[in-house]
């Protein structure tokens, strides 16, 4: 078959998103003879359901919503492969005004360090249950999400049961800060622009993000459905090549002004391009006329940010699992795992020598400074990708990981 196809894909408002919008807007998908249609969509839920009726081919999707419909856990039934990352980074948690100011008065500081910031936290959930009120009330856009599991992590880490202590609702990206606004909500965890977009209404401040939790961490792939990945492989890794080379494009710093410009149409995040910049220079406003400079906030290309690790696929998984979303056995494990498609990646992007590492799976949190990887001629540059609690993932030793920790 050629490498010829009409791609219908789905995406949500994001900055995030970038990637897929660029390959289109750039041209690197007709240069592979490829016609792609880009669908906005209002809701993760939606992107789940319109790919299982095959109104998509593709989808931009959370890290963890393949794994999650490859395991059952989706209400339509649906075998999905992710054979390339949409990058590493790019979520923050943000609170009301009203609880930040609780946190500073419990200790947290200007800044975004997480163990700070989150004893505070814990210390204002204590005195909220002491004192016989409600629990405080976070959202984050998916249960199946990156957002979920990191907030949950960050949560828990702290001494803050996520189950019990505080109470988790899902809301559409796009609401957040209008939830915060009225109250609905007294926190969120989300993809940029939404956390800034928060900050710019005086209605919420950055306490902490997604890089300064687990640094470097996966969070969106490209979701296809396995029925178009096996009759449709020369169009797939044409998708793919053409989405490689826009990561690189949008990872030029020399781009970031023109790639702000062309996210800010009304086609796509339909907002100021001064308000998209901090996702690609790291430097957020926090709120309250604080700033941050965060390394490494949104990574779309550097450090292998496009390949499908397997071991991010299994530290999901051990969320899950964790959480009581699923159930823990080996053959679900390495369902999970293999919904991650580095050989795919790998067949695609052979014609154009792209740099990859020569294993599908790595010990996750254990770079503390940047390394070289065993990769193809060109290397491969990976890390730090430390966890702020210190400890390690190794996905080899998954069932010692689960068992520790609850």
Known sequence: MAATADITLGFMPLFDSAVLIAASEKGFVADEGLTVQLVRETSWANIRDRIAVG???AAHMLAPMPIAANLGLTPLSLDLVAPFALGLG?????????????????????GTDPGTNGAALRRVVERRRAAGEPPLRFAVVHPFSGHNY???????????????????????P???????????????????PWNSVAVARHAGRIVTTKASIWRLSPEKVLGVSARFA??????????????????????????????????????????????????LTGRLTLGDGATGDI????????????FPWQSHALWFYSQMVRWGHTPHSAALAERARDTYRPDIYRQALKP???PMPGANMKVE????????????????????????????????RLEGYLASQR
């Open 230 to 279: 096996s009759e449709n492989r020369p169009a797939l890794n044409a998708l793919l090549r053409a989405l490689y080379r826009s990561s690189m494009w949008c990872g030029e710093s020399a781009n970031h002004e023109e790639l702000a410009a062309l996210m800010s149409s009304p086609a796509y995040l339909d907002l100021p391009r001064k308000m998209l910049m901090p996702i």
């Open 365 to 396: 949190g254990a770079l503390t400074v940047a390394a070289p990887v065993g990769a193809s001629e060109k290397g491969l540059i990976l890390g730090p990708d430390g966890f702020f609690d210190g400890r390690i993932f190794d996905p080899d």
């Open 174 to 192: 796009p609401l957040m800060a209008d939830a915060l606004s009225t109250g609905a909500i007294d926190g969120f965890c989300v993809g940029e």
């Open 150 to 172: 990191e907030l949950r992590y960050w949560l828990a880490g702290c001494g803050i049961d996520p189950e019990s202590h505080v109470e988790i609702v899902v809301v559409p």
């Open 352 to 354: 154009i020598a792209a």
């Open 295 to 306: 390394p490494e906030f949104f990574v779309p290309h550097a450090k292998g940010a496009t």
């Open 90 to 110: 790019g979520n923050a948690v943000t609170v009301s005004r009203g609880l930040w100011e609780g946190m500073v008065a419990e200790g947290a500081r200007p």
């Open 55 to 57: 109104h998509f081919q």
